[in-house]
């Protein structure tokens, strides 16, 4: 949905939508994951970036990003990521950090993942 003015002009300062966990850190990766059971599943629309990520990290979140799912589930089978109490987990894969939380949202995971180290720009 796109946000105007009374006049009909596009705002200033658009609304931008986050997903995920906020978390004042760029680059950032959010995403809204869809709890079915013990399975994750990841929806394009409900995702997004904060800033930018380099060749190289954008490449290692490519690589890592099916194996923290993977971990991801493998809590919330195990009950350390439970899906009706807030409680942040986080995982460290490629020099990538993933912060999960379910939010005791019951039915959503919300994840942010960054570098581990700053990005120089």
Same mark, same amino acid.
Do not use: I, L, R
């Given at each position: 949905m796109k946000k105007h003015s !009374?006049?009909? =002009?596009?705002? !200033?300062?658009p609304v931008i939508h986050q997903w995920g966990l906020k978390r004042d850190i760029t680059p950032c990766f959010g995403a809204r994951l869809v709890q079915e059971g013990n399975r994750l599943h990841y929806l394009a629309d409900r995702a997004g970036f904060?800033?930018?990520? =380099?060749?190289?990290?954008a490449m290692r979140l490519d690589?890592?990003?099916p194996l923290m799912m993977k971990q991801l589930e493998l809590m919330l089978t195990s009950g350390e990521l439970p899906p009706r109490h807030t409680h942040c987990v986080t995982l460290y894969h490629n020099g990538l950090t993933c912060e999960a939380d379910t939010l005791g949202s019951c039915g959503y995971v919300y994840i942010a993942i960054y570098p581990d180290q700053p990005v120089p720009q």
């Open positions: !009374e006049s009909g =002009t596009k705002p !200033e300062n904060s800033g930018a990520f =380099t060749d190289d990290v690589q890592a990003f």
